[in-house]
């Protein structure tokens, strides 16, 4: 009978939780589900969120979804160093062409374009809007990593 009770409440939790959820992911899956189909370089992995890109010598790696936060990472491997200004030029591109469904790209553009940012530990804090949280980084090694999320 113990274990009944303990069941009921688990499952009463798993409803309540689902039906918390402030975004639905159908965007995300809508947006790379449309790319895979317009792009031939391009795969969606077996977990169904997961879309990767190669291209030239790069290979991007976007991941999204969210519940509470509805945001997108943007992985790219390149055989190249980035100057910070070709970093930057980079992670707009990127974002406008795998976040443009999400985020307001023109703001971050111009955000990038006035140096609107704030350097912590090697990554960039970006302005974006009230809404978005915007960073990204990138080593020695040609990896550029961008997170972002709407609140």
Known sequence: MKLLFILLI?????????????????????????YGRENR??????????LTVKRNDEEIIVKGGGCNHLGVTIELRAQQEYTE???????????????GWLINV???KDSIEK?????????????????????????????????FYIN
């Open 10 to 34: 688990f499952i009463s939790f798993s409803v309540y939780a689902k039906e918390e959820c402030v975004f639905d992911e159908t965007s995300y899956i809508e947006f790379i589900n449309k």
């Open 41 to 50: 370089n391009s795969k969606i992995e077996s977990d169904g969120k997961t």
């Open 85 to 99: 200004k070709q970093f930057l030029q980079k992670t707009l591109e990127l974002s406008i062409e795998f976040g």
């Open 115 to 147: 140096n609107q940012y704030r350097i912590i530990g090697g990554t960039y804090y970006i302005e974006v809007d009230i809404m978005t949280v915007f960073n990204a980084s990138y080593t020695s090694q040609g990896v550029i990593n961008i997170d």
């Open 106 to 108: 023109e703001a971050l």
